[in-house]
């Protein structure tokens, strides 16, 4: 069970904690009779405004922006613990972050959220040798431009100049929009760095760099769905960079803390351990049925992945685009990995850390120390994570290690604790870190991302207009999403 230990320390906060009590105490007052029973049949448990599904950042987010207009909400999870893809959790004698963690300079939402919270944001280090194995060549650099043969530049600069270009006429929001959506959501990443590249160390690139953002591979996604993701995202330097990058930065202590505070403050509205398993819907009003009895609310907020919603039944059953975008939309296939040390060696040594690979299974790597002590992390992702899955779990770990042993010495094979988090295996996510849209779904279907059905609406940062399948995308969605039903609300 999640520890939830964090104190109240500044007055909007314990204002906000006030405004949660004496709306959760009406709350109480407007449930019907504590055992009631529903209309369909189950035990009456409360009646809200707002039911959010999933106490990840994008529901605990909307749910928060709810109490602070005066709103009564409650949070179901299926999960024993708030924080969905974001985990900060014991690795050895130490706590580390197994899901989401790395915060980019432009990520406002989050870096607003840890602010308001008094929680530290530390680059992470960098400043020392670079390592980069396409194939069997393993090139060390310092500084941001990898130590290639001119040619290899030229024609890497080449590709990564006019992704950004088409990432920014394709744009972050309305993908599907644009007059050649269909043409370009008809053909792969793979396809088209191919038909746009010379060099082999290029396409070997791309693969690293979708491995480690995506957890796919370049031929499973459409070239419309990586343009809108790098538009998101600023530009594809932003993507995968680290120090001026989406890798710049973390949460000291983990990014879990900031579900963690926002359950605490949200108290005994959310509530823990209780998949929802039904969603029926009219004009009236939604019942949402769990394990544990039945919620009735004004509205919804689905803040799961949008696969995760083809666990759930709709009562009507949801036809139409946003069915087919459900049925259609895998997530990336994704592991992490942190080993702690006892002394950071690979610094000793000259390198930062940081490491992009293709021989695999770590596809990607970092310095993750923090003031726990020094560690490394890596991401197993695409087509590695499919065959580092089947190994044993000792074969897994003795696996990892060689990669690292590989980049940085024998010191690395005498780890002080190991621990991995598959979230392709992950009963509540089905993968990570967000989706990964193959061709043909989001030209058609990639409007349903946000369109609300009735009094469905949809968090969840598969459905945010900017960052979309990280952290700061969870957020912003999650406001999105209150700021729409606070509209509708006060209609
Ligand atoms: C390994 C990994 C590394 C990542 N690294 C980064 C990073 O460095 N930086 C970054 O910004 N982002 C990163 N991400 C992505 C980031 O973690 C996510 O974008 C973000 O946490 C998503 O938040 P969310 O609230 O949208 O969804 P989630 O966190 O998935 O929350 C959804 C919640 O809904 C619950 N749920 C599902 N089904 C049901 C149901 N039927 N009933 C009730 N509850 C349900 C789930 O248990 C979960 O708690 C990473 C993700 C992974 C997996």
Redesign the pocket.
């Given at each position: 069970m999640t520890k939830r230990n964090d104190a109240p320390s500044n007055p909007d906060r314990r204002k906000l904690i006030t405004s949660a009590a004496a709306v959760l105490s009406v709350a109480a007052l407007q449930t019907p009779t504590a055992e009631a029973k529903s209309k369909s049949g189950g035990t009456q448990t409360g009646s809200v405004d707002v039911i959010v599904?999933?106490?990840?950042?994008?529901?605990?987010t909307s749910a928060r922006e709810l109490v602070k207009k005066g709103k009564s909400v409650v949070v179901?999870?299926?999960?024993d613990r708030?924080?969905?893809?974001?985990w900060t959790t014991a690795v050895g004698a130490r706590r580390y972050d197994?899901?989401?963690?790395?915060?980019g300079p432009t990520?406002d939402r989050?870096r607003a959220m840890a602010k308001e919270f008094g929680l530290e944001i530390k680059p992470v280090f960098s400043d020392a040798k670079h390592i980069w194995e396409l194939g069997d060549e393993r090139v060390e650099f310092e500084g941001s431009v990898p130590a290639l043969s001119l040619l290899q530049k030229l024609d890497l600069g080449h590709i990564i100049n006019k992704m950004n270009a088409l990432a920014k006429r394709v744009g972050p929001t309305t993908p599907w929009a644009v007059s050649d959506a269909a043409e370009l959501d008809a053909i792969t990443l793979a396809q088209w760095v191919k038909e746009n590249s010379y060099k082999k160390s290029s396409r070997d690139f791309a693969k690293v760099m979708t491995r480690a953002v995506l957890g796919v591979d370049p031929d499973e996604i459409s070239v419309l769905l990586w343009s809108y993701y790098v538009a998101q995202g600023d530009n594809i330097e932003m993507l995968i960079g680290g120090r001026g990058g989406?890798?710049d930065s973390v949460i000291e202590g983990g990014?879990q803390q900031l579900s963690l505070r926002m359950a605490k403050d949200l108290g005994a509205a959310v509530k823990l351990s209780?998949?929802?398993?039904r969603v029926m819907h009219d004009a009236a009003g939604v019942t949402v049925e769990?394990d544990h009895g039945n919620w009735r609310g004004r509205y919804v907020v689905m803040?799961?992945?949008p696969a995760?919603n083809t666990?759930?039944t709709f009562t009507p059953s949801l036809t139409g685009d946003r069915r087919d975008l459900e049925t259609r939309a895998p997530m990336g296939r994704?592991?992490?990995v942190v080993i702690t040390y006892e002394k950071p060696f690979w610094r000793e040594l000259g390198y930062a850390g940081d490491v992009g690979s293709l021989r695999g299974p770590v596809v990607a790597s970092y310095d993750d120390s923090s003031n726990e002590g020094p560690a490394l992390l890596g991401?197993v992702g695409g087509d590695d994570e499919r065959l580092w899955r089947k190994l044993s779990a000792p074969a897994r770990k003795a696996a990892v290690l060689e990669c690292f042993a590989r980049w940085f010495g024998s010191e690395a094979l005498k780890p002080l604790a190991y621990e991995e988090?598959d979230?392709t295996v992950d009963e509540?996510?089905f993968g990570?870190?967000?989706i990964a849209l193959p061709p043909g779904v989001l030209s058609r279907y990639g409007a349903a991302l946000r369109q609300p059905i009735g009094r469905i609406h949809w968090?969840?940062?598969?459905a945010a207009q900017r960052?979309t399948?990280?952290?700061?995308?969870?957020i912003r969605?999650?406001e999105q999403a209150a700021a729409d039903l606070l509209t509708r609300l006060t209609k």
């Open positions: 599904v999933g106490a990840g950042l994008s529901g605990l179901l999870e299926a999960r708030v924080g969905g893809r974001t197994l899901g989401g963690q790395f915060v990520q989050i989406a890798q990014s209780q998949p929802v398993r769990t803040a799961i992945p995760m666990a759930i994704y592991a992490k991401f988090k979230w509540w996510t990570g870190p967000t968090a969840g940062t598969e960052w399948g990280y952290m700061d995308g969870a969605a999650g």
